[in-house]
């Protein structure tokens, strides 16, 4: 690591560059404080962001955000952005879990009602299928998963599992329309059939939350989050099984086909070939099928959640104004146009633990949102805050309108099992005011909040250098977890 140069951009030391060195094409920037930057350093994520540096075709700079820690491949908190005349489409920049992604969905309740939150998580958590393996409560053959594929959250909505409206308020409309099942094998099939409609394990939750702090009151008031104390709901899954496989098969795919385009990559973790070639357009048509299992997992989910919250509370999921705000992807790669010295380019936009934060005014944007720039999410940890936050324009500068995705991790899941016992977190969090229901005390043990960095942190260094701006902070009364 001694050999890597990393010098501050900035007076306030949070944007930092590594020079183009080596086989870099470009240099390397990093979004951080010096607490942060010396976490960075102690793994391989500076070593990686250096690599993605190398890879061909790439514009600007590699970045890694405040949140960033290894991965496989891209670190993870990592953007790049690539040429689609000549670059290259990598599955190590956008991940196993393909659309690990976040919703929140807002309520007219608020917690000086005293709302029965035991009861509302422990019948979510009957609804909604969760955890290592778990499968879904809906049975489709493989003709309907397809089509599900292909419609994304618009084949739950076609099929009574949602509203129309929703589809307003999610990253893409909920569908990414190149997607092509044909390209996507048969195990990746076989795995997905099954865990449709069904949340993950891992860091995955589902959560009832109350505003904690409002920032911006005009804007939070646009959304929907009018005071402090008022209940909101967010859901934090990805595309299970399927999308693990489609990652697993076109890494092998790209390892063998990269020779043929004359492709050495610095680590094998960085398979990756022409955009344009015919194994990058399979890859993107597969991933986007990914992305839209991803899509319709998290509508199938909000549905039942409305129903839980039916249930318990004898209300129409209506009146109790349980609509959606917003929901995002943060492990994906997209086709965008971004100005890079002067002139706008497509870009293939690989956003691997990274939320897109496009600005106010942006075509991409519902018209609801146009004047207040997009609604991003960082989800917390399992017992921290999350936050609501704002696209900006300084992030199309800085960084392909990307920011974090959330607090990301500082010790891994088997260290975090070997220093914290699950017993003790659930009493702790119980202790703080926040009802758990888990799958498994192992659960709580990789999970645990001081297994992963400061949300606050991450959220405040966001919001400084401007590549999101804090709305509102959330904090968890209720979670349930896979």
């Not at 106010?360 to 999350?386: C, E, F, I, R, W």
């Not at 990307?402 to 990301?408: D, F, I, R, V, W």
């Amino acid at each position: 690591m001694e050999s890597i140069n990393v010098r501050p951009l900035s007076p306030d030391q949070l944007q930092w560059q590594i020079a183009k060195v080596g086989k870099m094409r470009v240099p390397a920037r990093i979004y951080a404080n010096k607490e942060l930057l010396e976490r960075m350093n102690k793994d391989k994520t500076l070593i990686q962001l250096c690599e993605v540096a190398q890879l061909k075709g790439i514009q600007k700079y590699a970045i890694v955000l405040p949140d960033g820690h290894q991965g496989y491949g891209f670190p993870i908190g990592g953007v790049a952005a690539t040429s689609v005349e000549d670059g290259v489409i990598s599955p190590g920049g956008v991940g196993y879990d393909i659309n690990c992604g976040v919703r929140l969905l807002r309520t007219n309740l608020h917690v000086r009602d005293n709302p029965p939150i035991k009861k509302l998580i422990n019948k979510i958590f009957e609804l909604v299928p969760s955890g290592l393996g778990s499968q879904g409560k809906i049975r489709v053959n493989q003709t309907q998963l397809n089509e599900a594929l292909r419609l994304g959250a618009k084949w739950a909505i076609e099929n009574d599992y949602g509203w129309e409206k929703d589809l307003e308020f999610i990253e893409e409309n909920g569908q990414m329309e190149n997607a092509d099942p044909s390209v996507v094998s048969s195990k990746a099939i076989q795995r997905g059939l099954p865990q449709i409609g069904s949340l993950g394990s891992g860091n995955h939750f589902l959560e009832i939350q109350k505003v904690d702090k409002i920032y911006q009151k005009d804007i939070a008031k646009k959304w929907g989050i009018n005071e402090v104390g008022q209940i909101t709901v967010m859901i934090h899954t990805g595309s299970r099984g399927f999308g693990h496989q489609v990652c697993s098969d076109y890494l092998r795919i790209m390892e063998k086909a990269m020779k043929n385009y004359g492709i050495i990559p610095p680590s094998r973790e960085l398979a990756s070939v022409p955009i344009n070639s015919k194994e990058g357009q399979n890859y993107f048509k597969a991933m986007a099928c990914a992305i839209n299992y991803a899509f319709n997992n998290r509508q199938l989910i909000t549905h039942w959640t409305r129903e839980a919250f039916e249930s318990v509370l004898g209300t129409s999921a209506e009146d109790l104004d349980l609509n959606l705000i917003y929901g995002v992807a943060h492990n994906i790669a997209k086709i965008e146009e971004h100005e890079i010295e002067g002139k706008k380019i497509k870009v293939c936009v690989h956003r691997k633990g990274a939320t897109r934060a496009f600005p106010p005014n942006h075509p991409d944007l519902p018209s609801k949102y146009k004047s207040t720039g997009q609604p991003v999410l960082l989800p917390g940890s399992m017992g921290s805050a999350s936050y609501l936050l704002a696209g900006t324009s300084r992030a199309m500068e800085l960084s392909f309108g990307s920011t974090a995705h959330g607090a990301g991790r500082s010790m891994s899941r088997s260290k975090a099992k070997r220093t914290f016992w699950g017993e003790t977190i659930e009493k702790e969090m119980m202790q703080s005011g926040t009802y758990v229901k888990a799958k498994s005390k192992v659960v709580l043990s990789e999970e645990a909040p001081k297994a992963y960095k400061d949300i606050d942190i991450v959220a405040d260094i966001s919001h400084r250098i401007g590549i999101a701006t804090k709305i509102v902070r959330l904090v968890p009364i209720g979670v349930t977890k896979g």
